[in-house]
DNA sequence: ATTTTTACTATGTCAATCGTAGTACGGCTA
DNA sequence: TAGCCGTACTACGATTGACATAGTAAAAAT
């Protein structure tokens, strides 16, 4: 079965974890819980490269953290929110994305041209 | 102007070199011209980068080099050919990029989506 | 004759992910 | 109420790939 490897989505996990904080302030775990339902379990973020991402972000400016006032239940818990240059940031990475789909799909074969050795028309790139 | 960032092409220029080996056997310059005029200057390698990637790559067994004999003309090179284990690299690498685009773009907003700060609906996502 | 292009090699740094481990609280069950 | 599972992290070191910088050297262009 093919997962993905972390070398591929690496460059694309803040942009990840910032697309989530758009929608509202969150905390490690629920993101993470996210990440996998929204994806279908195609994509588990690791523990530690979702803290080290907030660390990272944080540090840039691009998420505020605040702790949740333990009213009633729950755990403490160490909330971000996105701000207002991590929303530029993450507009910029959308474009980049673009880009680089439009860059990397100049080297992927459609499926089913794999095994053909003849020369590579332009109609065999997708 | 945007460009395409080290950490997003990362676990893809081992693709894009192997795509370009399928063709025919080659060598650095002349991959690091294709993959310029390819992409139409939005993805320039950096040689260092190139060139490690032949190691890691022959070390793999992905690929195979041989020196051209040069008879003639132009200076002597390392030449690269894609092996059968680099084929099959290749096409896995290519079955990995539809997933990881897939699992992306559930993160990534179509332009126009960017100031909208109202819930976000399934629409919005490309 | 000198510069530019071609064609590399060597070395060390950096940043992000990851493996492993450990802490600690809350809720549920036996 | 003891123990376990799920939640919510932190710490640390290893690994990897990309990159900066530097240098070599032959061929081609000026």
Redesign the pocket.
């Known amino acids: 079965m093919i997962s993905i490897s ?2 591929v ?3 694309y ?1 803040d942009t990840i974890i910032l697309f989530l904080l758009l929608q509202h302030p969150s ?4 993101i993470s819980k996210q990440i996998k339902t929204l994806t279908e379990e195609k994509y588990i ?5 979702l ?3 907030f660390n ?1 972000m944080e540090k840039n400016g691009y998420i505020e953290s605040f702790s949740s006032d333990q009213e009633g ?3 403490r ?2 909330y971000y929110r996105i701000t207002n240059l991590g929303r530029q940031y993450y507009q910029s990475k959308c474009s980049e994305w673009n880009l680089t789909k439009e860059v990397i799909e100049h080297f992927i074969l459609k499926e089913g041209n794999y095994g053909n050795n003849q020369k590579l028309s332009r109609s065999n790139v997708c």
Chains 1, 2 share one sequence.
Do not use: V
């Not at 905390?27 to 629920?30: D, I, R, S, V």
């Not at 973020?45 to 490269?49: L, R, S, Y």
């Open positions: 972390s070398d989505i690496r460059g996990n905390y490690g775990y629920e973020i690791k523990e530690t490269t803290y080290s991402a990272r239940s729950g755990k818990r160490t």
